[in-house]
């Protein structure tokens, strides 16, 4: 009786989702972020959910993130990068160093507006040439991937330490430092703009996936469904800008900034940090690694020979090839991470993305990311980072040690694969 009695409910429920094209694995990720959240957030009386630590949880993030979405790519394809935080440790040295030293030595003086843009070139080219080189070796010398990576883990992080000295490199050319999360924000008009340009990229993006489903002869959601998601999208995005801009910039500081523009701050005046153009920088690459996954020739050679190799190899896709390029991807990925978490430190040192690879394969397990291949979104992915970096954040704040801190993430991880290989028995997926 009591099956029978639940079972209307339950069957209200699944209609509905149904309805809706929510993925269900997608809704538990969102439920336990906001569970651990709200158990920080009780645990730290109220200072895990405040506007500055949103703030710099969210720039904590972002270089995992960006290397989580080219995880997706990797994983899916039935391999693993254990070599990613070396990677971005030798992508950052190679930045540092020719802002510091290479550039100098050719008549650049710091502080040229040539030396941001050449710096993130070369460690962006650094990346992809390691990364293409990793892909080489397992794609067309059969070398295995966990094998090729695991040298590379050990190989990159010591050519960093090679192409430093061992030194802390630093301070990094302004302009550089613009990308690091604190020192590069829209304020709070510049933020707003965003934002609504935001809403309506994503009502423009919800409504055009519409008309090419009808046009494709497809099912589609009720227009009522279209609406609410555009709403909650919109929710979303605003809901985001708000709480960054409610991170106030210091009184000192911008008295510093209207004494060097030779103006004197209105009384009363108040300024928040808003966006940082590295939150924007992973945004440019959630659209860009996604469209690669749905709209490109690409992304579908990665996810037919995620999920079929063999198939994938008879039906004359260069899955050789194919496999170099994913790694590329990868490395480019490394070197825009590198990138932003040398600019938010300011310089780059030895330990610069230590343990990254953990994070990051966590993050694109946890975000969905199939170990056995075949399926994984950008998006997911990111979500993953962001719950990873929770975890952290709030054991830091609650003053758990560091060691500890490692454990709960191990744990986690294997838990993410858990959960996985249980929702694959039950949906009855591959």
């Known amino acids: 009786m009591a099956d029978a009695s639940a079972s209307p409910a339950s069957s209200q429920r699944k209609n509905i989702l149904k309805t809706m094209e929510i993925d269900t694995r997608l809704l538990g990720m969102v439920g336990a972020f906001i569970v651990v959240c709200v158990m920080f957030n009780l645990l730290t009386d109220g200072r895990f959910l405040t506007p500055r630590n949103i703030f710099n949880l969210t720039i904590q993030t972002v270089s995992v993130a960006i290397m989580a979405t080219g995880m997706v790519f990797v994983i899916v394809t039935r391999h693993i990068d254990l070599s990613v935080g070396s990677l971005l440790a030798t992508c950052s040295a190679m930045m540092a160093m020719t802002q510091t030293s290479f550039l100098p030595a050719m008549g650049v003086d710091f502080g040229n507006p040539l030396i941001a843009p050449v710096a993130i070139i070369v460690g962006i080219v650094t990346g992809a040439v390691i990364g293409a080189f990793q892909g080489w070796l397992i794609g067309y010398l059969a070398i295995p991937a966990f094998i090729v990576t695991l040298g590379g883990l050990l190989v990159w992080r010591n050519v960093a330490w090679y192409l430093t000295n061992g030194q802390t490199i630093g301070p990094l050319d302004e302009t550089f430092q613009l990308l690091g999360g604190i020192g590069g924000t829209l304020g709070t008009t510049g933020s707003w703009i965003v934002g609504v340009l935001g809403v309506i990229a994503a009502c423009v993006a919800i409504w055009s996936?519409?008309?090419?489903r009808i046009h494709h002869e497809f099912p589609v959601k009720p227009v009522w469904a279209e609406g609410l998601l555009m709403v909650v999208a919109a929710a979303l995005i605003l809901g985001f800008v708000a709480v960054l801009n409610a991170y106030e910039v210091p009184a000192r500081v911008l008295e510093r900034q209207f004494e060097a523009s030779g103006q004197v701050m209105p009384e009363g005046y108040v300024q928040g940090y808003g966006v940082p153009y590295s939150v924007l920088l992973l945004i440019a690459v959630a659209v860009v690694m996604t469209m690669i996954a749905r709209k490109t020739r690409l992304g579908r050679y990665i996810?037919?020979?995620?999920?079929?190799?063999?198939?994938?190899?008879l039906s004359g896709i260069?899955?050789?090839?194919?496999?170099?390029?994913?790694?590329?991807?990868m490395g480019v990925l490394c070197g825009l991470a590198g990138l932003v978490a040398s600019a938010r430190l300011s310089f780059h040192s030895n330990d610069i993305g230590t343990l990254d690879e953990l994070r990051v394969i966590a993050a694109a397990v946890i975000g969905g990311t199939a170990l056995a291949g075949g399926l994984g979104t950008i998006y997911g992915a990111i979500l993953g980072a962001l719950i990873m970096q929770s975890l952290q954040s709030g054991m830091a704040m609650v003053g758990v040690d560091a060691p500890f801190q490692n454990i709960v993430v191990g744990a986690v991880l294997v838990l993410a694969v858990l959960v996985d290989i249980l929702y694959r028995k039950k949906t009855g997926a591959n």
Request: charged share 20%.
């Open 209 to 212: 996936a519409r008309h090419a």
């Open 303 to 313: 996810f037919a020979t995620g999920g079929n190799p063999d198939a994938a190899e």
């Open 318 to 329: 260069n899955t050789r090839l194919l496999t170099v390029k994913v790694f590329a991807i």
